[in-house]
């Protein structure tokens, strides 16, 4: 029988919700426990696909297609189990879903309502496919007071009562705000928080107070009294250096014995494992070396637009005992400057995915600097895109190449492909499609060629990779590439689609359709991020 966590927010957004349950998630694991993760979003969006990374951050895809939550990120980073479709949910798809029924007539002419039928929407999602786990973590998005969070909020309630004795629980997270004119720790706007969650019907058994400092205990006690928790359940939760340090510092702080002390399951005598997060932690304070990316992207104002990049890196780093400096490029810069300017002291530069064409001519500009300077780079899905135009203009000298993304062109070195082939079915898409939820999304397959740097780095025949884009290298330009040193790695098994090209005579010039940061670990470190931040070692040890 699973038991449920169910963890919410309060006086302010980005506390770290997400961070506290991939944590807690984590030391359940240790525990010898599994566990699953899941994340509901109020907003009225169907899924984020077509959200500006600026205001929401990156779309984090699962293998079966799904455009989610970056949260998913997280939570496949600290447990190392695979999301899916089942895992995201949002207000919006709810109500479409819902009103999609009552269209259909299932409703049988009666009153569609947010009570009973919204919220049972809402139950049905979180209890299904919960046979096989020992513990369901499920994240409400946003803060408790939110008027569109408020059905997410009953349908919690109203399972707590449904669930059997024990197996339901409800943790707060909120801001502890220190008042520098004061010199105080304010405790009023938990209390305030917490009074708002008790008048819609939860009462919160723990409390994680996220703060930028030691919280003492006289305060911890006020809240305890104040919002009728147990102490030993006011669990701090201050800044730390590194967020694969959150785990340890969550338990040093009492939350998983505390947790399931609450689930009647604790056992002062068993000895969870926390093998691996120490190590992480050992790793994280003996890097030995020192390299600096730049990272030339679009959307840089935010950095969450790029969450799983820099995660990848920084897991590439650590298995290499590197420490990686990353210079975030907005490359715009780069449209009207000489790169020179910008990228001369840079050991590695990266281009990463995005849409559109704002921003792109600096992104070629990058991509030609780093091939004439025979500086290491990585091109992920729109940077592999913008590599194949940059080589098609300057390579093969077509100076109308570009993709068709951009508008007609004569020379579509990058086009939108109307059809191709996942496992046994056809998939096919055209410039009328909607953009939601219509791209090549999840996992596909790709053949790598033998002796290649893709083979090396993978040391595998045939790779599985995350997808998420609608254009593609046409496939009809690969003989003209191959005859000025492009090299295509890794094809698609029906032969079609470019996967993966490298470029003969450079030290490391590598780009990819998919987006392999999606699948880094911090104990499974990505390949391709490896390989990279070795490259860009080499590339700083010549200097």
Not at 91 to 120: A, C, F, M, W
Not at 261 to 280: C, L, R, T, V
Not at 513 to 540: C, G, N
Request: charged fraction near 25%; aromatic fraction near 8%; proline fraction near 4%.
């Amino acid at each position: 029988m699973a038991r449920f966590i169910f963890i919410t927010g309060g006086v302010v957004s980005s506390l770290g919700k997400g961070l506290s349950a991939a944590s807690l998630g984590a030391l359940l694991q240790s525990h010898g426990y599994t566990v699953k993760l899941r994340k509901l979003d109020p907003y009225l969006n169907v899924d984020p696909g077509t959200m500006n990374p600026i205001q929401h951050g990156e779309v984090f895809v699962t293998d079966d297609g799904a455009e989610t939550d970056l949260d998913l990120g997280h939570y496949e980073r600290f447990t190392d189990v695979s999301a899916s479709k089942f895992d995201n949910i949002t207000s919006g798809k709810i109500y479409q879903n819902i009103i999609s029924k009552e269209r259909k007539g299932d409703y049988l002419g009666g009153t569609v309502q947010v009570i009973p039928h919204v919220t049972d929407a809402i139950k049905d999602f979180i209890l299904n496919l919960t046979e096989d786990v020992d513990f369901l973590l499920c994240e409400i998005g946003g803060t408790v007071g939110d008027i569109e969070a408020l059905p997410f909020f009953e349908a919690i309630r109203q399972l707590r009562n449904e669930l059997e004795s024990n197996s339901c629980l409800f943790m707060h997270l909120t801001l502890l705000p220190f008042i520098a004119a004061a010199g105080e720790l304010k405790t009023k706007p938990t209390q305030h928080s917490v009074k708002e969650l008790t008048s819609i019907g939860i009462q919160p058994d723990i409390i994680i107070l996220r703060c930028d400092r030691d919280i003492p205990d006289d305060e911890r006690k006020k809240i305890s009294s104040f919002c009728n928790v147990p102490f030993s359940r006011i669990i701090p939760a201050v800044d730390v250096g590194n967020i694969y340090d959150v785990p340890m510092h969550l338990h040093n702080n009492g939350l998983d014995k505390e947790v399931l002390k609450i689930f009647n399951i604790y056992d002062d005598k068993s000895k969870p494992n926390f093998e691996k997060w120490d190590q992480i932690s050992l790793n994280s304070s003996s890097l030995e070396d020192t390299v600096n990316i730049t990272i030339v992207g679009k959307y840089i104002q935010l950095k969450d637009a790029y969450k799983s990049l820099d995660e990848a890196i920084y897991h590439g780093g650590l298995i290499n005992k590197v420490k990686v400096n990353v210079e975030w490029l907005d490359s715009e810069l780069l449209e009207n400057s000489d790169p020179i300017n910008y990228l001369n002291k840079t050991d590695a530069i990266l281009i990463p995915g995005g849409f559109g064409k704002r921003g792109s001519k600096g992104k070629i500009n990058a991509i030609r600097f780093a091939r004439e300077r025979k500086i290491p780079l990585l091109g992920i899905c729109f940077g592999m895109q913008m590599a194949i135009v940059e080589l098609s203009q300057n390579l093969l000298k077509l100076k109308q190449a570009n993709t068709t993304e951009f508008g007609d062109t004569s020379e579509p070195v990058v086009d939108l492909m109307t059809e191709w082939k996942k496992g046994q079915e056809i998939e096919k898409r055209d410039v009328n499609t909607n953009l939601g939820g219509t791209m090549r999304l999840g996992a596909y397959e790709a053949i790598l060629k033998k002796g290649t740097r893709a083979h090396k780095i993978y040391n595998k025949n045939i790779i599985s990779e995350r997808h998420r884009h609608r254009w593609e290298v046409n496939i009809k330009y690969k003989e003209q590439l191959e005859k000025v040193g492009v090299v295509f790695s890794g094809i698609s098994p029906d032969g079609k689609l470019p996967e993966i090209i490298e470029l003969e005579g450079h030290p490391w010039f590598v780009g990819v359709q998919f987006h392999p940061e999606l699948k880094s670990r911090p104990f499974h470190p990505h390949p391709i991020f490896i390989s990279y931040i070795l490259a860009a070692l080499e590339k700083s040890r010549l200097v």
